[in-house]
C-alpha cells in the first residue's frame, strides 16, 4: 500500500509499507521516500512510475 504525503508544507514523499520479506532487514512498518516536488500533480506521476520498476530494486534502494 502506499500514498502520498505532504511534509513541510513543500514537499510530496511516497509512503509505503514495508514487505514482510525485507522486515528483519528494516524494523520499521512504514518507509517514506521523497518525490522531491512541490507539485501534486507531478507527486502523482511519479508516484505511478514507482511500480514499473521491479519492486526488489525499489526496496533495495529505499533500506540504503
Not at 13 to 18: D, T
Not at 38 to 45: D, F, P
Not at 48 to 56: C, G, I, N, T, W
Amino acid at each position: 500500500m502506499a500514498g502520498l504525503v505532504l511534509r513541510n508544507d513543500k514537499c510530496w514523499h511516497l509512503r509505503m509499507r514495508v514487505p514482510r520479506q525485507y522486515r528483519p532487514i528494516e524494523k520499521r512498518g512504514e518507509i517514506t521516500r521523497s518525490l522531491k516536488t512541490g507539485c501534486r500533480k507531478e507527486a502523482l506521476v511519479r508516484m505511478l512510475e514507482q511500480p514499473k520498476q521491479s519492486s526488489s530494486r525499489i526496496w533495495m534502494r529505499a533500506l540504503r
